[in-house]
């Protein structure tokens, strides 16, 4: 599997000059790589080929978002969120992380991570 | 006039599963919708890591009832690509059969949803009286009515003898008649025109930016089908893609009853140039390495990544189910339609929502 | 229009009355899994490879149990085992008010335990 990679900066201007480019989004794949950091794959469709790009995040930084370029991300992104515990930055539709769970739960848990780590945002000030 | 807030589902007559939309009204037009999900949420990526890749075909059958046959397939595809392995080419064509043949019942399920959806409940049951043809042809060849278990990493484990063939062949000579008999009611009734006619309209330019995928894509007037990558035997088989460029509820449903008529079709090429030989070759290993796999479901199409580390439990499965891809457009397409409109508006996208949360 | 009421008037029901008529099992049909106990070697291997891990086996006490209600009816243990014991048959279960386990002892001839001993 060929993939290019980007980074958290380049990742709009990318999403821009792809979309121009007639470019579809197709999805956002999360792999957990180690105890911290996750990895994060779009896949961008254009007249049936494929292209794939990388990149290696830290678990307790949030990302920006690709929603307000393409307005079909924000599902995958506020999934992701539930199941990773990445948080999205300005997301057009944020469910802030009750896509699939429990508005009332006190959420702190990552359940697709295999080494649970607490949620950034959920995690106390240091006393 | 004040805005109201009206709760859609989960529970609904109209949704066979579950979702929630928030619908904010406006004087009985809706100004804005907000899906919401949550309700049969089952994990199903996550149990790669109990069950070794064999069974996991068992269970990314369970992703979704309805194209079990192709979930099956697209994640056999892959671990068949990782693996090194060539499908015998019998078994390629069986594999299409199969396919083609849960697309059918598939889109005649659908049609008789969405006839239900807008209150015609008579060509509800003529599809779905067609359909059972469809279900006895699946458990007399497969086994299974829905959920067939015929994909095994390298191959398929039923074969069709040629009485089989020459019954099936039969089989759907009625079936394209029934169904046909029903074209006109598809297409030029007043009633199935008056509610969905203009109703939900998606232009080209936003199903393709908002990622829509299947008939909700072609009804936009962009030909973009995955079989079109000619995997296992699509290659031998003449096929184009059904398109209208319309754009709403109707053209929807239009592409959906031709696709049925065309997957007729496709099961008799594949019949008739269905070639000697294995229907499996035995593998052996494990898979190592990673990739992406890609097949057109009754809904649209299904994208599957999967990564091995050479033992028999996955890395990571990841799937992309068609309805995941339609949720955008869906709730791009409902402000500005009346509320009696939405429920045919919803089914028209042909949501699976098993599919969408797995 | 009134071809199609015509029709349905003289042509035959499309439903079947169902417990009084039921339609026999197609022939290769997976329906009610059973096991022929006595040729049954208790290796194991269908508890192995079931994906939805509803057989148990236990060759202490002589066991093999099965829970048909977390059976899929894929065939899995069908097709992969060894004495070709496991068996399908065409019709399917009944629905039954209350949830049990099918569970099958082996019988060991006294002949083949004086082998064992010695």
Same mark, same amino acid.
């Given at each position: 599997? *060929?993939?290019?990679?980007?980074?958290?900066?380049?990742?709009?201007?990318?999403?821009?000059?792809?979309?121009?480019?007639?470019?579809?989004?197709?999805?956002?794949?999360?792999?957990?790589?180690?105890?911290?950091?996750?990895?994060?794959?779009?896949?961008?469709?254009?007249?049936?080929?494929?292209?794939?790009?990388?990149? *290696?995040?830290?678990?307790?930084?949030?990302?920006?978002?690709?929603?307000?370029?393409?307005?079909?991300?924000?599902?995958?992104?506020?999934?992701?969120? &539930?199941?990773?515990?990445?948080?999205? &930055?300005?997301?057009?539709? &944020?469910?802030?992380?009750?896509?699939?769970?429990?508005?009332?739960?006190?959420?702190?848990?990552?359940?697709?991570?295999?080494?649970?780590?607490?949620?950034?945002?959920?995690?106390?000030?240091?006393? | 006039?004040?805005?109201?807030?009206?709760?859609?589902?989960?529970?609904?007559?109209?949704?066979?599963?579950?979702?929630?939309?928030?619908?904010?009204?406006?004087?009985?037009?809706?100004?804005?919708?907000?899906?919401?999900?949550?309700?049969?949420?089952? !994990?199903?990526?996550?149990?790669?890591?109990?069950?070794?890749?064999?069974?996991?075909?068992?269970?990314?059958?369970?992703?979704? !009832?309805?194209?079990?046959?192709?979930?099956?397939?697209?994640?056999?595809?892959?671990?068949?690509?990782?693996?090194?392995? =060539?499908?015998?080419?019998?078994?390629?064509?069986?594999?299409?059969?199969?396919?083609?043949?849960?697309?059918?019942?598939?889109?005649?399920?659908?049609?008789?949803?969405?006839?239900?959806?807008?209150?015609?409940?008579?060509? #509800?049951?003529?599809?779905?009286?067609?359909? =059972?043809?469809?279900?006895?042809?699946?458990?007399?060849?497969?086994?299974?009515?829905?959920?067939?278990?015929?994909?095994?990493?390298?191959?398929?484990?039923?074969?069709?003898?040629?009485?089989?063939?020459?019954?099936?062949?039969?089989?759907?000579?009625?079936?394209?008649? @029934?169904?046909?008999?029903?074209?006109?009611?598809?297409?030029?009734?007043?009633?199935?025109?008056?509610?969905?006619?203009?109703? !939900?309209?998606?232009?080209? @330019?936003?199903?393709?930016?908002?990622?829509?995928?299947?008939?909700?894509?072609?009804?936009?007037?962009?030909?973009?089908?995955?079989?079109?990558?000619?995997?296992?035997?699509?290659? =031998?088989?003449?096929?184009?893609?059904?398109?209208?460029?319309? !754009?709403?509820?109707?053209?929807?449903?239009?592409?959906? #009853?031709?696709?049925?008529?065309?997957?007729?079709?496709?099961?008799?090429?594949?019949?008739?140039?269905?070639?000697?030989?294995?229907?499996?070759?035995?593998?052996?290993?494990?898979?190592?390495?990673?990739?992406?796999?890609?097949?057109?479901?009754?809904?649209?199409?299904?994208?599957?990544?999967?990564?091995?580390?050479?033992?028999?439990?996955?890395?990571?499965?990841?799937?992309?189910?068609?309805?995941?891809?339609?949720?955008?457009?869906?709730?791009?397409?409902?402000?500005?339609?009346?509320?009696?409109?939405?429920?045919?508006?919803?089914?028209?996208?042909?949501?699976?929502?098993?599919?969408? @949360?797995? | 229009?009134?071809?199609?009421?015509?029709?349905?008037?003289?042509?035959?029901?499309?439903?079947?009355?169902?417990?009084?008529?039921?339609?026999?099992?197609?022939?290769?049909?997976?329906?009610?899994?059973?096991?022929?106990?006595?040729?049954?070697?208790?290796?194991?291997?269908?508890?192995?490879?079931?994906?939805?891990?509803?057989?148990?086996?236990?060759?202490?006490?002589?066991?093999?149990?099965?829970?048909?209600?977390?059976?899929?009816?894929?065939?899995?243990?069908?097709?992969?085992?060894?004495?070709?014991?496991?068996?399908?048959?065409?019709?399917?279960?009944?629905?039954?008010?209350?949830?049990?386990?099918?569970?099958?002892?082996?019988?060991?001839?006294?002949?083949?335990?004086?082998?064992?001993?010695?």
């Amino acid at each position: 599997m *060929q993939s290019l990679e980007i980074t958290k900066e380049t990742l709009r201007q990318e999403g821009e000059r792809l979309k121009a480019e007639g470019f579809r989004f197709v999805t956002i794949t999360c792999l957990e790589l180690d105890e911290t950091s996750l990895e994060l794959i779009y896949h961008f469709d254009k007249d049936l080929e494929i292209i794939h790009y990388r990149m *290696q995040i830290p678990k307790d930084a949030p990302m920006p978002s690709l929603s307000p370029v393409f307005f079909a991300a924000f599902l995958v992104e506020n999934e992701i969120y &539930d199941q990773f515990g990445i948080k999205f &930055d300005d997301l057009v539709l &944020d469910f802030g992380g009750t896509l699939y769970l429990d508005d009332d739960d006190d959420i702190t848990a990552t359940p697709f991570c295999k080494f649970g780590v607490k949620r950034a945002d959920t995690v106390p000030d240091a006393e | 006039m004040s805005k109201t807030i009206v709760p859609f589902g989960p529970q609904h007559p109209v949704l066979p599963e579950p979702i929630h939309l928030s619908l904010t009204v406006e004087d009985e037009v809706v100004k804005e919708a907000v899906p919401a999900f949550g309700y049969v949420h089952r !994990g199903l990526e996550k149990l790669a890591e109990k069950r070794d890749f064999h069974q996991m075909i068992q269970v990314v059958e369970r992703v979704c !009832g309805i194209c079990s046959m192709i979930h099956a397939m697209c994640y056999c595809q892959g671990l068949e690509h990782l693996m090194k392995v =060539e499908v015998p080419r019998r078994g390629q064509f069986l594999r299409v059969i199969w396919s083609e043949l849960h697309r059918i019942h598939s889109h005649l399920l659908w049609l008789g949803l969405y006839a239900d959806a807008f209150g015609f409940e008579s060509v #509800f049951m003529q599809f779905w009286k067609i359909r =059972e043809r469809i279900m006895d042809i699946n458990e007399a060849t497969a086994g299974n009515r829905v959920i067939v278990s015929v994909n095994q990493v390298g191959g398929v484990r039923r074969d069709l003898s040629p009485s089989k063939c020459d019954w099936i062949l039969d089989e759907l000579n009625h079936v394209e008649k @029934e169904v046909k008999a029903l074209e006109s009611t598809m297409s030029n009734n007043y009633t199935v025109k008056k509610r969905t006619v203009g109703k !939900g309209i998606l232009t080209r @330019e936003m199903a393709y930016e908002l990622g829509a995928a299947g008939p909700t894509l072609r009804a936009s007037g962009i030909a973009q089908d995955m079989r079109q990558l000619q995997y296992e035997a699509f290659d =031998e088989l003449d096929f184009e893609p059904v398109v209208e460029t319309d !754009g709403d509820a109707f053209a929807r449903g239009l592409v959906r #009853f031709k696709e049925t008529i065309q997957s007729i079709d496709l099961v008799r090429q594949a019949i008739a140039r269905l070639p000697q030989g294995d229907t499996f070759v035995k593998v052996k290993g494990k898979p190592e390495g990673e990739v992406v796999q890609r097949v057109e479901q009754p809904r649209g199409e299904c994208l599957y990544y999967i990564k091995a580390n050479g033992t028999k439990f996955l890395d990571r499965l990841r799937i992309r189910t068609p309805t995941f891809a339609n949720i955008p457009p869906l709730a791009a397409m409902l402000p500005g339609m009346e509320l009696a409109d939405v429920p045919v508006l919803i089914l028209s996208i042909d949501p699976c929502i098993s599919c969408t @949360e797995r | 229009m009134i071809k199609n009421i015509f029709k349905n008037f003289v042509s035959k029901s499309a439903t079947r009355p169902y417990p009084i008529e039921v339609r026999p099992g197609f022939k290769n049909a997976r329906g009610e899994l059973d096991n022929k106990v006595s040729e049954c070697t208790l290796c194991g291997i269908c508890a192995k490879k079931c994906p939805s891990q509803c057989i148990t086996v236990s060759r202490k006490e002589n066991l093999w149990e099965l829970n048909p209600f977390a059976c899929v009816y894929c065939g899995i243990c069908v097709d992969a085992c060894p004495k070709s014991c496991l068996v399908h048959y065409t019709e399917h279960k009944k629905p039954a008010r209350v949830k049990t386990n099918l569970v099958l002892k082996k019988e060991i001839s006294p002949k083949l335990k004086v082998v064992a001993n010695a």
